[in-house]
């Protein structure tokens, strides 16, 4: 499927934003120029001889092809016999943009109208999920009075679709005419990908970006970028491995886990390597479909990966690495390649240690580094990971209480994990996790919990090319590819620009080299192919050129050490009683910085 984008003289703001976001989905897109001529319907069958396209009509493209006066009947006829879908948007409450939508929904839609200035929200319908996926049932707001107007209808026709309502009327809509299936979209703008929204309320850019999206995907089928699987996880901050920690007792954890299906992740601090215990650590490893560990900081000193130094960072990391591996020969347990940053804070600088020490990705609370405040884009967002610092693939978590159903439909709907996070004092009211969990399972029936490298690894986009080709683009280092059809597979490996750089040293399949790839200013692609039911890993292996150092030095290690021990006072005991608890924080503050 193409989309085919008309203009006259220039494109409008807001059809080259759709091909923009076209493009990002991965629908190949052509631009068509409409000259002046009289016969409208005529010109159309010459210049596309491809009826399988998607015809893009914006109003006032239209109006000034065609006059003010109306959409000629002809051409009408033509482009619902000629497009099996049709995307309508750009309306306004004009004569023009009414005319239009009632002649090619066939009267089924009778005008556009204005929303007024009520706080209303957007309602999507619950048998809407083919179109709106993971967003049907949903209802959210506030509503955009000054982007979005709604359609009136003749009511009650099987042929029209509401598939998103503002007020009980249409705002997005499907009607089925002859050959063509007309997607009406009411709002005047589309996003700029590019633009930066940061920490903004989805309801303040859905309907300029998530109606389109949903049109585009829906008319293009497997042919666009879609989340390979829906993943998810709960990450459980500082606690050490025993029976209990603060007000987190891991049994009655793991009993919570099994019994509402969700995976608990112990971002855990390599400093106390030492100090599990064996019963709880055998518990994980007995149970690692639903608890499992991933590296949390070193010491979990305030800024320790804040830090721009790159030999300390360096050395960070590979006593980090040292640590964990300390631990897994003593019981066994592995740790996940995935860095959780102590109170949020890193720097670019602490990605790119990461990177060349081969970590998966890093998670994060805090979407930018520390000291420089960013706002991410809309492109940021739009996918599974932020690759901007040092195209090192960060991922981004929640806590339950800023997780709302419609921003688990948007990481689904974009591929994003759901990853939430909590520390132990979310013990004291353990329903809320079972609460989200709940949630989480009932949107995405299919979501697969687990620990966060496969989370990270698995969450890959993939779409198909019209010559039978499977693209996967991959957002960690190292991704598992299966072909789980019953024929050879043909597969395209695509990490983009952002690992297009020379610390590369080698590719990896199934941990031999690999040589099948190049590397060129679109980034490393890989080609392969997969015999029925086969499984292939893939990874880049990156080169370490940062100077390191034997040790952190005594009086970090001391300071370290206290620390810790004053960190676990505070949650096992000082944070059971409010005034304790107070004093002991305006001391840290005063004094430690923990």
Known sequence: MKLVVPYIGELQDPDARMLLLAEFLGIPCETLALPKVSEHASYLEEAL?????????????????????GIPADL????????PHLLVHGLRVAAFDTEMVAALSRGKLRSVDAIGDERSDYSIAPDSKLVCEAFSGLSFG????????????????????????IGGRPFM????LERAEILFVASEDVADLNAEVGNAPLSEYFSR?????????????????RAS????????????????????????????????????????????????????????????????????GNDHTEGEFASTDLTLLDTLVRVAEDRMGQQEQMNGLPCDRVMVFPQGGFSTEAMKVLKSHNFYAAVNTVPHPAEQPVRLKVSELAQPAVLRYGGFPLFVRKPIRQTQNHDIAFNLFFGRPILIVEHHEVFQLPQSLVEIAAR???????????????????????????????????????VRISNDSGSIRHYSIDWGDSFDDVSIEQVLMDGQPYSEFEIDDGGLRLSAELGPGSSRTFSLVHRNIHVTVSNLGFRWNAQAFLRRRLSEVRDNYLCKNQHLLTAAKAFQRRFLKV
């Open 209 to 225: 970006l998530l109606p389109h999206a949903m049109a585009l995907r829906y008319v293009a089928g497997d042919e666009c970028w």
């Open 173 to 176: 809509a499907a009607v089925r």
């Open 49 to 69: 001889p491809d009826q399988s396209s998607c015809f893009v009509l914006n109003s006032q493209v239209m109006k000034a092809w065609v006059g003010p006066n």
């Open 76 to 83: 009408v006829s033509f482009l619902l016999s000629r497009f």
């Open 142 to 165: 506030p509503v955009d009075p000054a982007n979005d107007h709604v359609f009136s209808t003749s009511g009650g026709d099987p042929a029209v679709q509401h598939l998103i309502s």
């Open 229 to 296: 699987k829906a993943h998810a996880s709960i990450i459980i901050d500082d606690p050490l491995l025993r029976k209990s920690y603060g007000f987190l007792n891991f049994e009655s954890l793991l009993h919570l886990a099994q019994q509402h299906k969700f995976h608990a992740v112990i971002a855990f601090i390599p400093h106390n390597f030492k100090r599990n215990s064996p019963r709880i650590t055998r518990m994980f490893q007995k149970n690692a479909s639903h608890l499992s560990i991933c590296f949390h």
């Open 440 to 478: 989480i399972n009932s949107m995405a029936p299919e979501v697969h919990w687990s620990n966060l490298a496969t989370v990270v690894c698995g969450s890959t986009l993939s779409r198909t090319s019209p010559d039978g080709v499977h693209h996967v683009r991959p957002y960690a280092c190292t």
